[in-house]
């Protein structure tokens, strides 16, 4: 008797599982240059191999700067497996994201008479005002000095032909789930979607190239007459456009964590200017994104929102986030730490992405 109230306890529950509505995921990939794209690629390959092939997917991608260009091609149904595997093995495939996919053969050139131009503007300025103070000749410079050190046009070029080559769309409209690519404006100071509203028709290689314009970095990338940068000043992670989209789950996936020295080797300070400015950006990063998850979930209640780091201690990821260098390192450590996460602290994650009638089964 007992055998058959079990057996009518489990139709129920599947009856009940299967007359719910599905909810709608979604996956938010923050910015991370090189460095942080790689990881979200390991990252995600370790989830998708942790499910079994089971899981879902998602209805909805949100990609930022690095993973701007991860979410475009996990959005055309490009396996997060399988793009793994061809950067892991450094495959011949149009997806290998080699250096050429971002600095063009001519980059450095340029990027060198750039760097003269600033020289320049500098001296001139200092020739004329040797009493006043550097930010007054900052300011007596600011016409003179380039937007940029390095174009975005290799990016974009290699999007669009990886597309063309693979046999993906570069349209919006032809996805059949929903990619949204934030940036900003850079004149009207205001984050803007592309994949929503007028950007919608938008190619999606020029919406990453725009998403990706790092200032300083990159000069900003210029669409219909308007110039844009990077979709992470100001912002972190875009959970947001996820939620607002319709997600009622949202997976986080920030790549750029501070460091955090264990006391044996040199503190930040003695790794120079550089290493200074990295680790002031990922302060700002991460306090600016763990204040927006606390107002969403206020303002969303019923959005269940995750967050996935990279640990902050013995983590390749920390150095020039445009590198190539660590790049298959952070590759690897993204698969690792990853599987370490889903094991423990991922566990709530996979039981919501798994299909509910497995959920209930096991």
């Known amino acids: 008797m007992k055998v058959l109230d079990r057996a009518v306890a489990l139709w129920q529950s599947r009856s009940f599982w299967r007359g719910r509505p599905r909810p709608r995921l979604a996956l938010a990939l923050g910015g991370g ?3 942080g794209g790689m990881y979200e690629v390991g990252a995600l390959a370790a989830l998708e191999e942790r499910l079994n ?24 149904d490009i396996r997060a497996g399988e793009l793994y ?28 008479g750039r ?39 290799a990016l974009e070029r290699f999007m669009r032909e990886a597309f063309a080559a693979r046999g993906l769309p570069n349209s919006f409209r032809e996805l059949s789930r929903t990619l949204l690519i934030p940036a900003i404006d850079l004149d009207r100071a205001e984050r803007v979607v592309f994949g929503q509203g007028d950007l919608h028709n938008v190619p999606i290689s020029q919406a990453v190239a725009a998403s990706s314009a790092i200032p300083g970095f990159f000069e900003p990338y210029t669409i219909g007459g308007r110039d844009y940068v990077d979709g992470g000043v100001g912002f972190s992670g875009h959970a947001d456009l996820a939620a607002e989209a319709g997600a009622e789950i949202v997976f986080v996936v920030h790549p750029l964590v501070p460091s955090l020295s264990d006391g044996d080797g040199p503190g930040i300070r003695a790794r120079g200017l550089y290493t200074i400015m990295e680790q002031a950006s990922r302060i700002y990063g991460q306090n600016l994104l763990q204040l927006g998850l606390a107002a969403l979930s206020i303002k969303l209640p019923r959005t269940t929102f995750f967050l996935l780091e990279p640990p902050r201690t013995k983590t390749p990821l920390f150095g020039p986030s445009m590198g190539f260098e660590a790049a298959r390192a952070a590759l690897r450590f993204g698969y690792t730490s990853t599987k370490e996460w889903l094991d423990t602290k991922g566990q709530p994650l996979l039981r919501r992405l798994l299909p509910e009638q497995d959920a209930v089964t096991s």
């Open 33 to 35: 240059g090189v460095i």
């Open 115 to 153: 760097f003269g131009q600033m020289v320049w503007a500098f001296g001139k300025n200092a020739m004329t005002g040797l009493r006043g103070s550097v930010p007054d000749m900052l300011a007596r410079a600011e016409r003179d000095l380039p937007p940029g050190f390095f174009s975005l046009e």
């Open 53 to 76: 092939d089971e899981g879902r997917g998602f209805d909805i991608y949100v990609g930022c700067s690095a993973g701007a260009v991860v979410a475009s091609l996990l959005a055309s």
């Open 85 to 112: 595997r061809i950067l892991d093995e450094d495959l011949t495939d149009p997806l290998n994201f080699q250096r050429g996919a971002v600095f063009s053969s001519d980059s450095f050139r340029r990027a060198a």
